[in-house]
């Protein structure tokens, strides 16, 4: 199927961002959309293509095509979303660690081929799309203020032993499905807000979101069929320590919220952009949630194999 959208020649204007995000929520949370996705990714363990941008006019975005946030935010965010991009070998090396154990296909979609020593010989189709969005970005930034920014990396939190890998990679895979997921509603709501080349930009950003995400989660559904609502919650709890602010050297959520709220100048936000960008969170959670629904045994099976049942 087709994953481009009739939507993206819409002009959007600040009375009708709402009913404009709905539509694009529909269209990218869909069921037939995310199953697409998800059953891509077969495919893609027997022979990985990144898959191909559009065309973009890189010279033709301009400040003009920024609807409804302030320039200025606008930049904030871009800055945020910079830095948050940036170390993406470190990303997907950690993740391999923990997929290693349990899934080697996935591990090598996520992380690539490595030595016995360790040495990175091929990336994974994971890194080897995502590190499209850092330049991407870049050249955005660049274009919209005649200026480079300081490029200042989040530090990935390395990969930590543990003695039960199955559990480990159960939390480690809320926490990257979770950023899959943020990343997605952000560039969706970016989107609905931008107009021309700068908007073609974002949707980019958005189907590799989308699509990592799908796979991610519909993955740990396949490999953690027994999981719940109260199981979910229960790690979280476990990996806060009773502590609700970002720590470097913990997994946590909510921690990584409360640092994402920095990185992306939430403070700067007016009241509008605060709201409408919750809406298109809980909304998309909505929809996946639906979607969710949806996956049965069978039809992972059909897609995966057969699950460990972990």
Known sequence: MTIDSPLLHHTPSSSDLQPHLRELLNHYFSIAH????????????????????????????????????????????????????????????????????IDARMARFVGGVVSADGKLLEPGLWEKEERQHTPAL?????????????????????????????????????????????????YLWLMAQTTGALHAVLHELLLDEINH????????????????????????????????????????LVGTLDRMTQVLAWQTWSAKNRWTFALTCIQALRLLGRWNRTLTPTFLQDVLGASPCY
């Open 34 to 101: 995310l199953n697409d996705r998800l059953q891509d990714l077969p495919h893609q363990f027997h022979q990985p293509q990144p898959r191909p941008w559009n065309s973009i006019d890189w010279q033709a975005i301009s400040v003009n095509q920024i609807v409804g946030i302030d320039p200025d935010v606008f930049l904030s965010i871009l800055r945020g979303a910079i830095n948050t991009e940036a170390p993406i070998r470190d990303y997907t090396q950690t993740s391999r660690q923990y997929l290693e154990p």
């Open 138 to 186: 870049l050249k955005v930034y660049t274009q919209l203020t005649s200026e480079k920014p300081i490029v200042e990396p989040h530090t990935v939190r390395a990969y930590q032993s543990v003695s039960d890998p199955a559990i480990a990679l159960y939390r480690h895979g809320l926490h990257r499905v979770a950023t899959e997921y943020g990343a997605a509603c952000l």
């Open 213 to 252: 995400m799908a796979k991610f989660w519909g993955f740990g559904v396949w490999a953690y069929p027994n999981s719940s609502l109260p199981r979910v919650g229960w790690s979280l709890l476990q990996t806060t320590k009773g502590r609700m602010t970002y720590q470097r050297d913990r997994s946590s």
